[in-house]
T-cell receptor, first 113, second 110 residues
Framework: EADIYQTPRYLVIGTGKKITLECSQT?????MYWYQQDPGMELHLIHY???????EKGDLSSESTVSRIRTEHFPLTLESARPSHTSQYLC????????????FGDGTRLSIL | SQQGEEDPQALSIQEGENATMNCSYK?????LQWYRQNSGRGLVHLIL?????REKHSGRLRVTLDTSKKSSSLLITASRAADTASYFC??????????FGKGTRLHILP
């Protein structure tokens, strides 16, 4: 079974605050991903990483930033939260190599007031 | 832009019936994957079919892939209440991005 953890599960916070969403995996996967998903809608790739010190922007423009200092950790940061950032954020990882599926965390549901 | 498009967007069937969902995509792929998402949870990988495969089975799941039509289908046989979820197809073009479709919301009626 996949071991990928996201914290917090829910966050309600005021506009202008700095937020960091945590994602950790214990499978030693090099590749990690962040998706944004509004309830019942499609997933949009916002960031991904090939490995330590590698970060790339996804297809959906995002005001968030990510870092990858350790293999197991891929945090996402919003410097100044706005109501438009309200959404669910899903983290995933996968093993290097062809034909490897993604393993997802349970997500962080973020509400900006 | 999204690669996969599922059809239908929503599906309600009686328990015990079969459920079929379709996915169309636009570009060449290495593989196509199907995922399930229960309400408020992350996605769970169900099955992966490679571009050189035409059909794959896993338990009550059957996936087909037609690369000439750029389409795939997911069949769930003998549906159960626990199958109620959203189902997403995702395409892997070998560029390290897995692109998801909009999903089919499946509701199994008792």
């Amino acid at each position: 079974e996949a071991d990928i953890y996201q914290t917090p599960r829910y966050l309600v916070i005021g506009t202008g605050k700095k937020i960091t969403l945590e994602c950790s995996q214990t499978m030693g996967h090099d590749k990690m991903y962040w998706y944004q998903q509004d309830p019942g809608m499609e997933l949009h790739l916002i960031h991904y990483s090939y490995g330590v010190n590698s970060t790339e922007k996804g297809d959906l423009s995002s005001e968030s930033t990510v870092s990858r200092i350790r293999t197991e950790h891929f945090p996402l940061t919003l410097e100044s939260a706005r109501p438009s950032h309200t959404s669910q954020y899903l983290c995933a990882s996968r093993q290097t190599g062809n034909n490897q599926p993604q393993h997802f965390g349970d997500g962080t549901r973020l509400s900006i007031l | 832009s999204q690669q996969g498009e599922e059809d239908p967007q929503a599906l309600s069937i009686q328990e015990g019936e079969n459920a079929t969902m379709n996915c169309s995509y636009k570009t060449s792929i290495n593989n196509l994957q199907w995922y399930r998402q229960n309400s408020g949870r992350g996605l769970v990988h169900l099955i992966l079919i490679r571009s050189n495969e035409r059909e794959k089975h896993s338990g009550r799941l059957r996936v087909t892939l037609d690369t000439s039509k750029k389409s795939s289908s997911l069949l769930i046989t003998a549906s159960r209440a626990a199958d109620t979820a959203s189902y997403f197809c995702a395409t892997d073009a070998g560029d390290d991005k897995i692109i998801f479709g909009k999903g089919t919301r499946l509701h199994i009626l008792p």
